[in-house]
């Protein structure tokens, strides 16, 4: 998606070890103009798909997520990293790795949220070494619902996820594909 | 707002202890059809206020967030609970305590994100004790910029939170303000 790629191009700041940072317009500040088109893009790409629900995992896919479930005219429900007292009954539970973060977590959905009849797109901001699409995508099985594919704003195709969850035979979309990127020479795209 | 509160009776479970469960449609699936209206009517109560920026706190509020800012033309901020190593440089930071949770932690906002020229809405899912609220305030008035108020979605107005901001002079609309509520008897609004 040419617009998201210049925004990357424009705001992107490249730091050492793999780092990409977008939180100008993406993951902190967040550019809902730009969360529209991306949206209009997850519908062309999945419109055919019969999508009734959208999965996301907090905190910074929601955004996406919530203005993309605009076009699909279906809720969103977000995974949760902690389990709190107001979550109540049965969940269902994949585990995380957070290479960002260095740590592995536990990731819940209610069983009322997420369940047979349901044909999910998942959303996400980012995808790199895909453990938390991996969990994802997990829930979704568990949970019976028919998983209609991802779509994620960007990827870091120079690291496995993308290539490991697609081998499985699940569908992912993203809207910029980073082929390669260094803090002297910025982003190159597939 | 009516159409919230109906649903609040309709799809709301209140639980001992001034719990109430509103995850089918507000914070672990979110209605975006509802948060439309949602937006539309904290639109309507800020139009002439000159907002150019919304902030909110992850996770529940980003959704809310996000749909509103339509409205606006403008971007959202959240606050992060966590500092996470892609947000480097000064931050703007306050203590909230979470009686939910039953924990005390950091909130934190990139002072590039949030400054000087900016007019903020806050928007957030609950008010109850007041405690998230507040510490979005002081990183308002810590950053320099400008509070137009603070819209929420769903008000404990039993809990002195709502009391409490106002009393300082801070603007708070909230479009459901529950006056009480019981397992036995449910919701009464204010």
Not at 31 to 58: H, P, Q, W
Not at 121 to 126: N, Q
Not at 163 to 180: D, F
Request: charged share 25%; hydrophobic share 45%; glycine share 10%.
């Amino acid at each position: 998606m040419k617009l998201l790629e210049e925004r990357i191009v424009r705001d992107g700041i490249v730091r050492e070890g793999g780092v990409l940072k977008v939180d100008s317009f993406l993951n902190h500040q967040m550019d809902i103009a730009l969360f529209r088109e991306m949206g209009r893009e997850f519908a062309r790409l999945y419109k055919d798909c019969g999508v009734n629900k959208i999965l996301t995992i907090e905190a910074s896919g929601i955004g996406i997520a919530c203005i993309t479930a605009q076009e699909f005219g279906c809720p969103v429900v977000f995974a949760k990293k902690n389990k709190t007292k107001n979550i109540a009954g049965d969940v269902w539970t994949s585990r995380v790795e957070s290479f960002t973060h260095g740590k592995v977590y536990d990731i819940i959905v209610s069983k009322d949220y997420l369940k047979k009849g349901d044909k999910v797109l998942i959303i996400d901001d980012f995808l790199a070494m895909g453990s938390a699409l991996n969990g994802l995508i997990q829930l979704v099985h568990d949970s019976g619902a028919e998983l209609a594919g991802a779509g994620i704003a960007i990827e870091k195709a120079f690291q496995p996820g993308g290539e490991m969850i697609r081998s499985k035979g699940v569908r992912v979309e993203s809207l910029a594909r980073i082929e390669s990127m260094d803090p002297a020479y910025g982003v190159k795209f597939c």
